[in-house]
DNA sequence: GTATAATGAGTAAACGTTTACGTATTTGTA
DNA sequence: TACAAATACGTAAACGTTTACTCATTATAC
C-alpha cells in the first residue's frame, strides 16, 4: 500500500502524534517541525485514511440518500443540489435508490447505517413507521425531501402540493379555460397523488365551475407513458377539453407526445401545464407552461439542514418553499380573442 | 452510540473472535453457540461496522465515480448503470463531477483516495497524466467509460466515435440526403469532438460528396443550446441544406427547438439525427432518430470490469461496444419519393 | 536565582473490527 | 486405553488515526 501517518513520523523523526496535530492544526510544535513534516508530506504523497479517521472521530463525511428511483428526472435535479452542497462541506453522497421496495428500503438503511454516514436525506417518498423506527435506534440524524410526516418529528422541504395544484388550475381557469381536465398520477402516491388532486378540485370549485368523474384520468406513475396513455383516455371521457392539467412535466411530456400524434396542437387546440419545472421543460415543442418546484434549490436547502442538524446537534425547523408559475408557450390565452 | 461486537460478545458470554466468525461465516463455532449469538445480535439490532472493517480488510466496498458535469443527461444514464450493478454486488458509489477543471480533478481524486474507494471509474473525459500518475502511485483500480486512452494502460469501454458517426452520416445519405451539415459540439473534446467530425466527414468523402468549411457549425459544448445556437449559423451558412448530423442528442433537441422557433418543419424541411440515444430521445416532438450507444449497458460493463479488476487483480480487455441506429421519426426518407 | 507558566513533543490507549495463534475439550483410531 | 486429529473457542495484535496524559525544556515573573 501507500504511505501511513508512521512512515511520515519517522522519515520526519517526530512522533505520529505531531504528525496529526500539524495535519489538523492544532497546537503544540514549532514552526520548524511543521515545516519539516510538511515537507515530509510532500516528498511521500501522503494522504491521511479517512477511514481511521472516521473509525475514531465518529464522522464520515458522508451522506446517504434515499430516492425511489434514479430514472425519474426530478430526482436527478435533486440530486444535483445536494451533491453540490455536500461536496462543498468537504462531504460526499451515497445514493440509493429504493425503487419504492420496502425491504429494499431497509436493507438499505442498514446499508448506510453500516456505513456509518452522518446523516439521510430521504426524497418523495413516504417515511413509513418502520424506516423511522431504525433510524431513530440508530440515532442518523433524517430530513425529508419533497415529502413529509405528521406521524415523526422529522423535518422536511417540499411544496405546498395541494396550493401549487390550485395554482395550476387557476392559472388555466384565469386564461378562459372552462373545460379543464387533470391527468393526474399514482393516487395512492402519498407526496403527489392525492393532494394535487385535491388543489385542483379545490380551484375548480373556487371558481364555480363543474367537476366530476370524467375530468380526470388516474395513471399508474408519473412519468412519460403514463402522460402518453393518459389523453387518449382524458380526450375519449371528456371530448370538450380545452387543457389539461398534467400532474408532473414528465406526464405533461407524454401529454405533449400523445397530442402530437394524434395530430392536436398544442397549445391552440389543447393547453398543458406541467408540474416541477424540470430543466428540460424549455426544451419540448412546444416549450412547456408549468408550476416550479425550485428542484436544484430544495436538493440544496434540505442538505443544509441536514449538515446543520449534525454540525449542531440541535433540531432545525421544516419548510414549506414557494412554487411558482413559469409561462411558456404550452398554454393558450382564450381570454382576448 | 449503538451496539459493537463487544456488546455482543459481553451478552452472549463468547468472545468477539467468535463472534466474528459467526457474522462472517468462518469456521470455529457450535451450532448452540451461533444460535445464542444470533438471537443476541438480533435483540440488540446490532449491525457491524464496516468503518471498522474497511480499515482492517483494506475493502471499502465504496466505488468512485468521476464525471464532467452532472447536468449532462448521458451522464445520468451511465450512472444509472453503474449503481445498478455495484449495488447489486453490496457496494456503493461515490459521484463527483469535476466540471472537466484539473484542480477539481485532483481534489476529487485524492478525496476518493482518503475514502479508500476500492476502484474508480472516470467517465467521458480525457484522462490526464497527472491524474494517471497519482491512480497509479496511489495504486488504485480505474476503468474509462465513454473515453480513452493511448498512452497509458488503462481499460475502457467504449463505442468508436469516428464509426458511429460515420454510420450516422451514411444513414442520412442513404436516405437519400446530398446537403448534410454537422452540428458539432466543442472542437477540442478528446473524446466527442475531432472522432465524430472525422467520421462524418469520412461519411461524406466515401460517398462522393463534397464536403467543406460551410457544412460544418462547432459550438462550445454538447448541449441543448448549442443545438439552439448552431442550427441558425448553420442554416445562414448553408441553406440548401436538407439533413443535419448533431454530435449528441442534447444538441438535436435544441435544434430541433430553433426548427420549431423558425418554423421549420422536421422532418419534412429538415432531417435531424441525434447521438447518444438518450432515453428522452423517443419524447421529443418528433422522436428523434440517432445512433445509439448502450448507455446504461456501458455503465454496467464498466462496473463489472472494475469490480473484476477489484476481486481478482487481473487486468482485463477494454471493450469497444457496437453502435446502432434507432430510427424514429426525425429524418425524411427521400428514396422513394 | 528560583518558582511558575507556557511550549513542544512523545507515549499509549482508544475506535470496532479481523485473524493468527494458542489451548482446552471432544472425537476418532488403533 | 492412549494418542492424534479435529473442533470450539479465547487472547491479543493489527489496521491508521486522534487525543488525553505526561514530561522535558524554555520563557516569564518576581
Known amino acids: 500500500m501507500s504511505f501511513t501517518i508512521k512512515d511520515v513520523a519517522k ?3 517526530v512522533s505520529i502524534a505531531t504528525v496529526s496535530r500539524i495535519i489538523n492544526n492544532k497546537p503544540g510544535y514549532s514552526k520548524e517541525t511543521e515545516e519539516k513534516v510538511l515537507q515530509v508530506i510532500e516528498e ?15 464522522r464520515t463525511h458522508t451522506i446517504g440518500v434515499l430516492v425511489p428511483k434514479l430514472s425519474s428526472m426530478i430526482i436527478t435535479e435533486f440530486i444535483r443540489g445536494i451533491e453540490d452542497i455536500t461536496h462543498h462541506n468537504g462531504s460526499s453522497v451515497i445514493v440509493c435508490h429504493t425503487e419504492s421496495n420496502g425491504k429494499k428500503t431497509m436493507k438499505y438503511l442498514q446499508l448506510l447505517y453500516e456505513k456509518q454516514v452522518d446523516g439521510i436525506i430521504f426524497v418523495s417518498e413516504e417515511l413509513k413507521e418502520e424506516y423511522y423506527q431504525f433510524i431513530n435506534r440508530m440515532k442518523i440524524p433524517i430530513v425529508l425531501l419533497s415529502t413529509e410526516t405528521y406521524q415523526f418529528p422529522v423535518p422536511y422541504v417540499k411544496v405546498n402540493d395541494q396550493h401549487a395544484a390550485f395554482s395550476a388550475t387557476e392559472f388555466l381557469i384565469k386564461k378562459g379555460h372552462r373545460n379543464i381536465g387533470m391527468v393526474s398520477g399514482n393516487k395512492e402516491d402519498m407526496v403527489a397523488g392525492q393532494s394535487r388532486i385535491n388543489g385542483f378540485m379545490q380551484a375548480m ?24 396513455n393518459g389523453l387518449p383516455r382524458l380526450m375519449k371521457q371528456y371530448p370538450d377539453i380545452t387543457a389539461v392539467f398534467a400532474a408532473s412535466d414528465e406526464i405533461a411530456f407524454g401529454i405533449l407526445s400523445s397530442a402530437y400524434t394524434m395530430k392536436i396542437n398544442v397549445p391552440e387546440q389543447l393547453s398543458v401545464i406541467g408540474y416541477d419545472n424540470l430543466s428540460i421543460a424549455e426544451m419540448s415543442i412546444p416549450p412547456l407552461t408549468t408550476v416550479a418546484q425550485p428542484l ?11 449538515l446543520e442538524i449534525i454540525n449542531t446537534n440541535q433540531k432545525v425547523e421544516s419548510k414549506i418553499v414557494a412554487h411558482r408559475i413559469v409561462e411558456r408557450e404550452s398554454v393558450r390565452d382564450l381570454t382576448n380573442e
Open 11 to 13: 522519515k520526519a523523526n
Open 44 to 58: 511521500l504523497g501522503y494522504h491521511p485514511n479517512s477511514i481511521a479517521r472516521g473509525l475514531i472521530n465518529k
Open 205 to 228: 370549485k373556487h371558481y364555480q365551475l363543474p367537476v366530476s368523474e370524467k375530468h380526470f384520468v388516474s395513471e399508474s406513475g408519473f412519468g412519460f407513458d403514463d402522460g402518453r
Open 296 to 306: 436544484v434549490e430544495m436538493g440544496e436547502m434540505a442538505t443544509k439542514m441536514i
